[in-house]
């Protein structure tokens, strides 16, 4: 079943997407088993070229039984949660209104299967700890004996994801007058808290794009 996306807030723009997939990595894996769902948070990385939609790659604990299910004909989830945050009526121009709450996701679907190939795999990892060191002043290189790698491998999954198709959804007040998506951002970018203030940033560019990013452009 399709995440329910009104028109105003549906995002298709393939580099946004990604672009949130990116930033929000750690994400929410969800699959099923016996008609019951099975949740997993995990961090990913996106391959952007690999796919018409991209493929995801992450590992989980081995003695996780998630992964056991993957290569059949389940299909799998994968929750991307961007900027969110409460908006009061009390902000808007026009009256009357209601609370809401704004935010951005992505609705990652594919279907699962291990990676086997022990090279390709330490590649992976070798990605994954350098795109997550990147910023640090001494990022760590991953210098670690082969034996005790070997050993850590055991005890992980590695898998990927070719995306059959993403739902993009940011919910942005795009449904309000321009002059209430202003004074929503001014209130958001003013506030001592991060979170608002990205989130603020995040509406700004939304409203900047005008629409466009809505049908693809």
Known sequence: MPVYIPREFEVTDLALLHDLIERFSFAMLVTTRDGRPVATPLPFLVQREAGEHGTLVGHMARANRQWQDFGGAGEALVIFQGEHGYVSPSW?????????????AVHAYGFP???EDTERIRAILRTLVAKNEAGFDE???MDLPDDYLRKMIGGIVVFEIPLTRLEGKFKLSQNRPVADRRRVIATLAA???PTQRALAAAMQAALDRDGSWSDGA
């Open 92 to 104: 808007y121009e026009a009256h009357p209104s209601v609370p809401t709450w704004n935010y951005l």
């Open 139 to 141: 990022p760590w290189p």
């Open 113 to 115: 299967h291990v990676i």
């Open 191 to 193: 506030s001592a808290e």
